[in-house]
């Protein structure tokens, strides 16, 4: 079954870009969505962003002038890229697969904690 | 704010049945995208609870039941149990925004 696994730094300067990897393991990252969500430490949770394994895209409106998601399908990675971090983005990243058009998020990674630091 | 909105918190004494609504608009649940359910135990991912509005994944109990009507949803859990101490969360898609939409999670206390 279809494994998912966060990775990158968990301590980020504000002002700088964040940046994640998630490595899917067990299946192929093809002809799937895949999509990243965080959640602020005690708080609920936010989706940022989505990709096709074609590479379309579809982004949080309320991120998507600072987030980047891409995929590597040769390597079986998903990535996030994050602009400009304040404080408000220290959270667990999970990365989750989609699968359907516009479905639930199953199965997730275990998240990565990232902090954003002064 | 969330797109749908959750009950902050709910709770029930073991062997009781407890019910948690959703409540979205018409962009959402009442577009008629469907409703999935998440559980978060401490220290965990979410891990979908129920999908599809009323589907149980394969080793998810009968005790855990979910049903769609209009702009809302709503989850029930019978027999309540220690273990289902955890943060429910339900999400859906919305047309206005484009994108998936979450309730800002309910933590079910079991007393």
């Known amino acids: 079954q279809v494994q998912l696994q966060e990775s990158g730094p968990g301590l980020v300067k504000a002002s700088e870009t964040l940046s994640l990897t998630c490595t899917v393991s067990g299946g192929s990252i093809s002809n799937s969505y895949w999509s990243w969500i965080r959640q602020p430490p005690g708080k609920g949770l936010e989706w940022i962003a989505n990709i096709h394994s074609s590479g379309t895209t579809n982004y949080n409106p309320s991120l998507k002038s600072r987030v980047t998601i891409s995929v590597d399908a040769s390597k079986n990675q998903i990535s996030l890229k994050v602009n400009s971090v304040t404080a408000a983005d220290t959270a667990i990243y999970y990365c989750?697969?989609?699968?359907?058009?516009?479905?639930?998020?199953?199965?997730w990674g275990q998240g990565t904690l990232v902090t954003v630091s002064s | 704010q969330s797109a749908l909105t959750q009950p902050p918190s709910v709770s029930g004494a073991p062997g009781q049945r407890v019910t948690i609504s959703c409540t979205g608009s018409s962009s959402n649940i009442g577009a008629g995208y469907n409703v999935h359910w998440y559980q978060q135990l401490p220290g965990t991912a979410p891990k979908v609870l129920i999908y599809?509005?009323?589907n149980r994944p394969s080793g998810v109990p009968e005790r855990f039941s979910a049903s769609k009507s209009g702009t809302s949803a709503s989850l029930a859990i019978t027999g309540l149990q220690a273990e289902d101490e955890a943060d429910y969360y339900c999400?859906?898609?919305?047309?206005?925004?484009?994108?998936?939409?979450f309730g800002g999670g309910t933590k079910l206390t079991v007393l």
């Open positions: 599809d509005n009323n």
């Open positions: 989750a697969r989609v699968p359907g058009y516009r479905s639930r998020f199953d199965p």
């Open positions: 999400q859906s898609y919305d047309i206005y925004l484009s994108g998936w939409v």
